[in-house]
Nanobody, 118 residues
Framework: QVQLVESGGALVQPGGSLRLSCTASGFTFSIYTMSWYRQAPGNERELVASITSTGGSTNYADSVKGRFTISRDNAKNTVYLQMNSLKPEDTAVYYC???????????WGQGTQVTVSS
């Protein structure tokens, strides 16, 4: 059974930091591109960051470049999103995604809430 379990979401003040984690099971994590998406109320789900299977290449949305860092530990089947200098506009549900080559398989976690507010 495929599972992606996110954790680390919380209420944080503007300028603060959080680290999200997503632990995978039920598929060969090390060969999947992993991504973080987010969805704010009334908005479409958007790509935040992605990382290739070996971790050799990353990609970020312009809105988070220089503030967020995606990383992975294939030995732990876990992908991380370090979020620094958080802004109120970063408030959203953050979802973990795993996608195989050619997009044949596409898995999603249940999401974790991040709220940035004073």
């Amino acid at each position: 059974q495929v599972q992606l379990v996110e954790s680390g979401g919380a209420l944080v003040q503007p300028g603060g930091s959080l680290r999200l984690s997503c632990t995978a099971s039920g598929f060969t994590f090390s060969i999947y591109t992993m991504s973080w998406y987010r969805q704010a109320p009334g908005n479409e789900r958007e790509l935040v960051a992605s990382i290739t299977s070996t971790g050799g290449s990353t990609n970020y949305a312009d809105s988070v470049k220089g503030r967020f860092t995606i990383s992975r530990d294939n030995a732990k089947n876990t992908v991380y999103l370090q979020m620094n200098s958080l802004k109120p506009e970063d408030t959203a549900v953050y979802y973990c995604n795993g996608r195989s080559a050619g997009k044949k398989y596409d898995y999603w976690g249940q999401g974790t809430q991040v709220t940035v507010s004073s």
